[in-house]
Nanobody
């Protein structure tokens, strides 16, 4: 079993910053891909950012140059630093991990954390 726990969401004014964290625990051999997805009301869940074990990253065009994803492999933890936040960044943010237990590779999700950007 693998569990992902997010933290760091909240209410912030436009132009402000937040940092999300996701900690993975359980039977983990390695985490191949770590990602952050978001879902706004009435919208489909979309990828915001992801980082691979080797360090390469991908960002949605809408967050490029404002969000930074990073990871600490030793702690099985990854982060999303969000700067210059806009009202359209308001969403529930979910962390996602593609996790190898040594026997299987599975896709795991956190419970979600609300980010609200509003004055």
């Amino acid at each position: 079993q693998v569990q992902l726990v997010e933290s760091g969401g909240g209410l912030v004014q436009p132009g402000g910053s937040l940092r999300l964290s996701c900690a993975a625990s359980g039977s983990i051999r390695s985490i191949v891909v770590m990602g952050w997805y978001r879902q706004a009301p009435g919208n489909q869940r979309e990828m915001a950012a992801l980082i691979r074990y080797g360090g390469s990253t991908n960002y949605a065009d809408s967050v490029k140059d404002r969000f930074t994803i990073s990871r600490d492999n030793a702690k099985n933890t990854w982060y999303l630093q969000m700067n210059s936040l806009k009202p359209e960044d308001t969403a529930v943010y979910y962390c996602n991990g593609v996790v190898s237990t040594g026997l299987t590779i599975g896709d795991y999700w956190g419970q979600g954390t609300q980010v609200t950007v509003s004055s």
